[in-house]
């Protein structure tokens, strides 16, 4: 994330809900709300494994998360994989909980990550 500008990554870390796209088995897109964070330069967002997008992480393909406020904004994509191991769930929570609230506890839970390699923002970001 070291490319990222100042504004850029003053303005993902602000507390914004997103727009998750993953491909469904069919290829068509699966859009849905969320929140995430960063990790590593690495897009989270933590769901539950019998979700969607969970499935859809699954497969691998490619996944973008945009991040919308007034004027500006950020698109980043990249390879999507889902990460099941305690570590990365329980690192993926607790960065949920600190950006956003602590999410209800569950048994199933997952994270869809994105491994960026493309980003897009209005000029005002870059």
């Known amino acids: 994330m070291n490319t990222f ?3 850029l990554l003053d303005f993902i870390a602000e507390r914004h809900l997103a727009t998750l796209v993953t491909q469904r088995a069919d290829g068509s897109p699966h859009a849905v709300p969320v929140g995430f964070t960063m ?4 897009v989270r967002v933590i769901t539950f494994s019998t979700s969607v997008k969970a499935k859809n992480a699954a497969r691998g393909g490619r996944a973008s998360v945009t991040q919308l406020d ?3 904004w950020v698109t980043l994509e ?3 994989r889902l990460l099941t ?3 990365s769930v329980s690192d993926a929570v607790d960065a949920y909980a600190r950006r956003y ?3 209800k506890v569950r048994v199933d839970r997952v994270v869809v990550e994105i491994e960026v390699d ?3 923002c209005n000029g ?3």
């Not at 990790?39 to 690495?42: S, V």
């Open 78 to 80: 990249g390879s999507v």
């Open 39 to 42: 990790h590593q330069g690495n």
């Open 85 to 87: 191991d305690a570590t």
């Open 5 to 7: 500008s100042p504004a």
């Open 118 to 120: 493309r980003v897009l």
């Open 70 to 72: 007034g004027a500006r």
């Open 124 to 126: 005002g970001l870059k």
């Open 101 to 103: 609230r602590p999410p």
